[in-house]
């Protein structure tokens, strides 16, 4: 019986990894298609979507039966809901990245962010991606350095976030309401993946040391 029942703990995880690399090439598909005006590109990222929601509810159901059939407890315990909570967290991060993708589809065939702001939406995308392949990594290796390059990429998306909006409240803005309403958006697409991100990192780190870290921290 015991055997099952690492078996199944061993087979969230993989499910866990398998959502945690469909999020990064959502992200990494959506962030092409929103610099390059790429509509085929990005109804691919809007359709693949339904892929991670499926995973998503597979794992939370067997996560959900091992619970009522095993009777886990302490770090099996910890492991089974911190799951249930991370597979939230990156639905959510694909659908973010949906959330993009639909952008550069309906400002098709125009690019959806002025060019006064693609430096600063480049570098946003270039982060979110980079925290993907981290929470990734994590998940696969448990080593928890991994988790300050998080929380750094996290920081200065947070610091670029803050600035599009400065941006748009200048004197100098004149771009068009619809403009500025998708840069809006945009910017708190990137912002939110970001967020997750940092959330599946603490839950992590929660399950390795056992203790709940507060916003913020730092391995």
Avoid: C
């Avoid at 929103?34 to 995973?55: H, N």
């Avoid at 962010?113 to 979110?128: M, Q, R």
């Avoid at 600035?163 to 619809?178: Q, T």
């Avoid at 997750?196 to 391995?219: C, D, I, N």
């Amino acid at each position: 019986m015991r055997k099952v029942f690492q078996a199944e703990l061993h087979q969230i995880g993989e499910e866990l990894i398998e959502i945690s690399t469909l999020v990064t090439e959502a992200m990494e598909k959506s962030v092409r298609a929103f610099a390059g005006a790429d509509v085929e590109l990005a109804q691919e990222v809007i359709a693949a979507d339904a892929r991670i929601d499926f995973l998503q509810n597979d794992l939370d159901e067997r996560a959900i039966d091992v619970l009522a059939l095993q009777g886990p407890v302490a770090s099996d315990l910890r492991m089974i809901v911190g799951s249930l909570r991370m597979s939230a967290s990156l639905e959510r991060m694909g659908d973010l990245a949906r959330h993009v993708a639909q952008l550069a589809r309906l400002r098709y065939p125009s690019t959806v962010i002025p060019a006064s702001l693609t430096a600063t939406f480049d570098e946003l995308a270039e982060l979110d991606i980079l925290i993907s392949h981290k929470v990734t990594e994590l998940l696969e290796t448990r080593e928890l350095a991994s988790v300050t390059d998080i929380q750094s990429a996290k920081a200065r998306i947070s610091e670029l976030h803050g600035s599009v909006f400065k941006a748009i409240a200048s004197p100098d803005w004149n771009e068009s309401a619809a403009t500025t309403v998708d840069v809006t958006l945009a910017s708190r697409y990137f912002e939110r993946f970001g967020d997750h991100g940092v959330s599946v990192a603490r839950k992590v780190s929660y399950l390795v040391t056992g203790q709940w870290q507060p916003e913020g921290f730092m391995v």
